[in-house]
């Protein structure tokens, strides 16, 4: 089936630093939708969006999707320990069913 | 908040046994899912339901089946575990008009 493609596949940071990671399509994406796992966790739903070019904020997480609806990112401030995880896009087919396909994710770690 | 509660977290079973993975949400929520994450692989879907009684098959279907007698249950079914099996269950459910999933805590299954 279709699938998103993510990268980083892994980023390591200090905290108080940036992080982004990235979601990229070869087709046009009705939506897309973003997850946090936390270590031993289960996936958690951050957000989705819909419209192109929409940028979406909470807190010091910013979302973003393509003009071309191709492309999402995810990018954190000033990171923190609690931002620890595994972060997924999602891709969600249109119709009646709703299923989603999921990036691999980017593990994020954090050094205090 | 919805709860998606699976009755296991911690499985054993050996090769051959027939298992069963129970799933049940408690927001009448339409849409359910199963999906298995493993290192590397990322999650994928095994099979998921958009209503009663319906199901679909997701990418891995292959070796396992599903069961939909009443809106809040979803159970997965291994006809007869093998050690190929061993991975991480996760069961999600959403709106029948999509939107996000809710994940349970996951059934961690080994097949020994």
């Known amino acids: 089936g279709q699938q998103v493609m993510q990268i980083p596949q892994y980023q390591h940071v200090q905290e108080g630093e940036d992080f982004t990671t990235y979601c990229n399509s070869s087709?046009?994406?009705?939506?897309i939708q973003w997850y946090k796992q936390r270590p031993g966790g289960h996936p958690v739903f951050l957000i989705q969006?819909?419209?192109?070019?929409e940028v979406k904020k909470q807190k010091r997480l910013t979302f973003q999707f393509g003009e071309a609806k191709k492309n999402s990112s995810l990018h954190i401030t000033a990171t923190q320990t609690t931002d620890v995880g595994t972060y997924f896009c999602a891709e969600q087919s249109g119709g009646s069913n709703y299923k989603l396909t999921f990036g691999k994710g980017t593990l994020l770690t954090v050094n205090p | 908040d919805v709860k998606v509660t699976q009755s296991s977290r911690y499985l054993v079973k050996r090769t051959g046994e027939k298992v069963f993975l129970e799933c049940v949400q408690d927001?009448?929520?339409?849409?359910m899912f199963w999906y298995r994450q493993d290192p590397g692989l990322g999650l994928r879907l095994i099979y998921f339901?958009?209503?009663?009684?319906?199901?679909e098959k997701g990418d891995i279907p292959e070796g396992y089946s599903v069961s939909r007698e009443k809106k809040e249950r979803f159970s997965l079914i291994l006809e007869s575990a093998s050690t190929n099996q061993t991975s991480m269950y996760l069961c999600?459910?959403?709106?029948?008009?999509?939107?996000?999933?809710?994940f349970g805590s996951g059934t961690r299954l080994t097949v020994v």
């Open positions: 339901s958009y209503d009663v009684k319906m199901k």
């Open positions: 999600a459910s959403s709106l029948g008009t999509g939107g996000g999933y809710t």
């Open positions: 927001m009448d929520h339409e849409n």
């Open positions: 087709t046009t994406l009705s939506n």
């Open positions: 969006l819909v419209k192109s070019g």
